[in-house]
């Protein structure tokens, strides 16, 4: 168990918005909650421009998956680098190469590119991408226990990043439809660009103790084997594995299900051009509904976090996941498929908020890096690898029965697990 919090601390009066009283943390708030909003704006050009240029469900799943294969190559040592390395440090140097990385893909798509974008480009990108997020990942995870000082403040903490995140989900596709019809994608990558600059000003603003390197550096498989001596901790990784897998890639076909309802909401006599131009606007309204959902979670969860079994929070919110997303894939008329997205957004956020936590709690600090590298391998690497699944199975059977097909393994997986934790908690009490 985590022993880096003082017991004074822990005694501290606890809220939902502890973590906000902390300097360190409301910088990062400020600056993260600029940078994801333009993050979600790449995200969603991104694969409106991929289906623009390609028409094809198959694209989509390879340009998402092009992001996983140097995150899982590289992710568990980015763990490493996380408990030896000062982590506002790495922190600074992934997120300046991440806003170049966005200014060339601004570039490629603008005017003035001698060269015309490629499906093939962009993968690329999204793979060097990867490459970023492998380090930059398990180093943010880690880096929430140096912003705060409690048991308490770190719970806030977890659930409040969520709630930015997510707030920032709901203006990001905003303001991406906006720009999308307004300026196109080259505007959207732009902008996200520009807004690393903000995290990258917080992070240097911060004023942190001196950063301790573990003892125990030498051996990147240290976090893996702590986190199989534990059942609870497999317990999580096992449900957080297959929600990346096969839930959260769900959205990796948004651009496939927001096209089909252009008919219904503008009408069927629709140009080739105007049926793009609308997608673009209805993949927004799906991705702000995720966002607004997600927002609600986030303050749902660090409400009740200190009232309600965690327990209950982990696998009811999972359950819900994965039946509103079931439940969306069968609908038939936009306005209820938009609530669907919402209720998805919610329970997601609470699962994934209880999960993170949960990690968090049971991460001695001298291995905080290493274990959050892993959890951010399951929950980063194979949710790419699950878009490039979902999209090949769509782009053979379509989008409906791919989503079925996902959902229904993901809910046998949670309701095993539940199973699994019930014969523990009966015979050993251990939960």
Known sequence: MDNSFDQNEIQKKSGPFTALTHRNFRLFFIGQFISVAGSWMQIVAQQWLVYAL???????????????????????????????VPRRLTMVWTQAAAMVLAFVLAWLVSPYSPVHIQPWHIALLAALGGVVNAYAMPTQQAFVTD?????????????????????????????????????????????????????????????????VPSDKTQNVWEGLRYILAHTRLIRVFILVS??????????????????????????RALTAAQTRSFSAIVLSHFMTATGAGAAAGGLLVASVADRVSRRLLLYGASAGFGASLLVFALSHSYLPALGLIVLSGICMVVFAVSA??????????????????AYALIFGGLMPLGGLEIGFLAQHMHAMPAVIINVILFLAVDMGAFLWLLYETRTRGAD
């Open 54 to 84: 390609t028409h094809s469900a198959a694209w989509l799943g390879v340009v998402s998956g092009a992001s996983a294969l140097p995150y899982v190559l590289l992710s568990l040592h980015g763990g490493q680098i996380a408990d030896r």
């Open 147 to 211: 912003m705060v000082d409690s048991r308490d403040a770190l719970r806030s903490a977890i659930a409040m990043n969520s709630f930015q995140f997510n707030v920032a989900r709901v203006l990001g596709p905003v303001l991406a439809g906006i720009t999308l019809a307004k300026l196109g994608a080259s505007a959207c990558f732009f902008l996200n660009a520009v807004s690393f600059l903000a995290v990258i000003a917080s992070l240097l603003m911060m004023r942190l103790a001196p950063f």
């Open 242 to 267: 297959f929600a990346s897998m096969c839930v959260w890639s769900v959205s990796t076909l948004y651009p496939v299900f927001a096209t089909s309802f252009v008919p219904e909401i503008y009408g």
């Open 356 to 373: 993170n936590t949960l990690v968090q709690e049971e991460s001695p600090d001298e291995l905080r890096g290493r274990i959050m590298a």
